[in-house]
């Protein structure tokens, strides 16, 4: 016998762990298993092959007949529970499973089989010669297609066969189609029988095991492990693969289909992240956009109220004639009369308010309206705001009259003689500063119905924007959920426990 070393039984501890988390993880079944494989103080130097199929198949006379020793046989469902025989081979032992057939009507046998199948490193699939193609045997098949666990298919009782019938060999033919049509290697296809039969293959067999579990004792105990990374991952697959099953039905439902691999999930939520991400962005510029647009317009009017002409040269003149007419050195006529005076100071008075209001209704009001007026319809808010701005952009203009000019004039001034210039320049500050607070209200005011105008429209898009950062969620939840999953996988491959999130 060859020394068995020992970190496979240290890096097989390793497993208890993993059996915990299963556990935990509500897998208990694959705890146990794990536990049982553990369990078996052989297991590094055992190989297991377990023989299944349905009842009176012939299992329990084909096992005794390999390990030459007698097993309970018979017509009836016969054996109740998994037995070992053991055969001494080099490096350890060949352990042959026999299983109750897995057409037992009692669920217990059905799960003892299973455990057995799962436990063991090698399954071999025996059916007798008159039901090879039945449902069952089709199923044991199929069940470990897609592991690497090495299967056997073995038709039993081949001493039935009459060559009057059908050649042997036609017949053996179809049964290694049949079988390579499952994935199992002809080489692996064995007919056999414990009654004299020129077919049997039963020393091919015998010799097969043994040389397949010597192999695979050499390698260390890797067989012990390898079954039990094995049960592990079923076991992660069992915990896993609900939610998993779930998040891709929610995926389906928003994408149109499951996506294939993780990889395209990942590239699915990128993309969806970045559209979201992106219409967010262009929401974001466009408010800026219209917000910039809509102080440049108000720095423009009040601009434009600081630039209009409206004490040109000669309007300008009149306000100072009619200062100097203020003077109270100012008289007029041969007689200097008072009323004369008077009536020459209300003429300047009225020349120069009727000028003023003509040239800041010409210069400024009128043009300054249309310009804005123009303007905020090209903004485009609700008709409601659109008009009742317009409306105050029509009021714009102040009302220059006497009194309005009157109210300018300082009369501790009038001793300057450069008081005139003072005068045209206060009244014109006078209109500027009126109109540019009512250019500011109808500015603010416009900033109010654009905020409106953005909030409605992304209100719209609310349900939009939604839907979009939902498809996020669910595809992030896809991934992290696939990650975790190939990661737990990945863990106990390596008889970790997997982290938990
Ligand atoms: N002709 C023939 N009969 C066999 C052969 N092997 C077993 N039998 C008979 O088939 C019947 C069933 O055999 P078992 O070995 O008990 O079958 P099993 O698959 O273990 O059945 P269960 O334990 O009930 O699942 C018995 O009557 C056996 O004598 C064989 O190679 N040829
Ligand atoms: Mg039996």
Not at 48 to 71: D, H, N, P
Not at 244 to 271: C, H, K, N, S, Y
């Amino acid at each position: 016998m060859s020394s068995v070393s020992t970190v496979a039984p240290r890096f097989a501890q390793r497993f208890l762990e993993v059996a915990d988390w299963l556990e935990e993880a509500g897998a208990s079944r694959y705890a146990d298993r794990i536990r049982s494989i553990l369990a078996d103080r052989g297991a590094v130097t055992t190989y297991t092959a377990a023989f299944c199929g349905l009842f009176s198949a012939g299992k329990s006379s084909l096992v005794g007949a390999l390990a030459c020793k007698r097993l309970r046989t018979g017509a009836n469902p016969t054996t109740a529970e998994v037995e070992a025989v053991e055969v001494p081979v080099d490096g350890g032992t060949l352990r042959l499973l026999d299983t109750p057939g897995i057409d037992s009507t009692d669920e217990r046998h059905r799960e003892a089989t299973m455990n057995a199948l799962y436990q063991a490193d090698l399954v071999a699939i025996v059916t007798d010669y008159q039901h090879v193609e039945a449902d069952a045997n089709l199923e044991l098949l199929q069940m470990f297609a897609d592991s690497d666990k090495p299967r056997l298919f073995i038709v039993h009782q081949v001493d039935k066969h009459l060559e009057a019938e059908m050649p042997f060999e036609e017949f053996a033919e179809s049964v290694r189609e049949l079988a390579s049509d499952y994935g199992v290697d002809v080489s692996r296809v064995f007919f056999t029988a414990v009654k004299p039969s020129a077919h049997s293959q039963l020393d091919e067999l015998r010799a097969f095991l043994v040389a397949t579990a010597e192999q695979a004792l050499q390698t260390d105990g890797e067989p012990m492990i390898r079954r039990l990374v094995e049960v592990a991952r079923e076991g992660v697959t069992a915990c896993y693969e609900p939610g998993w099953r779930d998040r891709a039905r929610a995926v389906e439902e928003i994408m149109g289909r499951a996506p294939q691999t993780l990889d395209e999930a990942r590239e699915w939520l990128w993309d969806a992240r970045r559209r979201a991400d992106a219409a967010k962005q262009e929401e974001a510029e466009q408010r800026q956009r219209l917000m910039a647009h809509v102080t440049a317009l108000c720095g423009g009017w009040l601009r434009a109220v600081d630039l209009a002409q409206i004490a040109p040269y000669e309007t300008a003149e009149k306000g100072r004639r009619y200062i100097d007419s203020l003077r109270p050195e100012f008289k007029v006529g041969m007689f200097r009369s008072a009323k004369k005076t008077e009536a020459e100071r209300d003429a300047r008075l009225k020349a120069f308010v009727d000028d003023l209001a003509e040239k800041v209704e010409n210069f400024l009001a009128r043009p300054l309206a249309a310009q804005m007026a123009q303007q905020i319809r090209e903004v485009g808010l609700q008709a409601a705001h659109e008009e009742q701005l317009i409306e105050r952009c029509q009021a714009l203009g102040v009302r220059v009259d006497a009194a309005y000019v009157q109210a300018c004039v300082k009369p501790g001034s009038l001793v300057s003689a450069e008081y005139g210039h003072q005068f045209v320049r206060d009244v014109q500050d006078r209109v500027r500063r009126e109109v540019r607070a009512k250019v500011q209200e109808i500015g603010e005011a416009l900033v109010r119905a654009v905020e409106e105008r953005i909030r409605l429209e992304e209100e719209e898009r609310a349900p939009e924007r939604d839907a979009a950062e939902r498809r996020c969620q669910l595809l992030r939840s896809y991934v992290e959920f696939g990650e975790q999953y190939e990661s737990a996988l990945a863990a106990v491959t390596q008889g970790e426990v997997p982290r938990s999130e």
